[in-house]
């Protein structure tokens, strides 16, 4: 019953690899979820995958 509208989290699925196209930057170089600014990087069949370090969230490039 204590459910509220948490307007600050959004939910992003940390499980799933986002297309920036689709879900491009809100901040540049920001993490969509967090906020964070480090994240790691590789490159899956041909695509750059970029990984926030503080929550997960995957979004390719
Ligand atoms: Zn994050």
Do not use: A, L, W
């Not at 940390?14 to 809100?26: A, V």
């Amino acid at each position: 019953m204590s459910e509220e509208n948490k307007s600050d989290s959004k939910q992003y699925d940390t499980s799933i690899i986002y297309d920036y196209k689709e879900y491009p930057d809100i901040r540049s170089g920001r993490c969509d979820n967090c906020g964070h600014s480090h994240f790691k990087s590789r490159v899956k069949d041909y695509e750059f995958i970029r990984e926030c370090r503080n929550c997960g969230m995957k979004k390719s490039i």
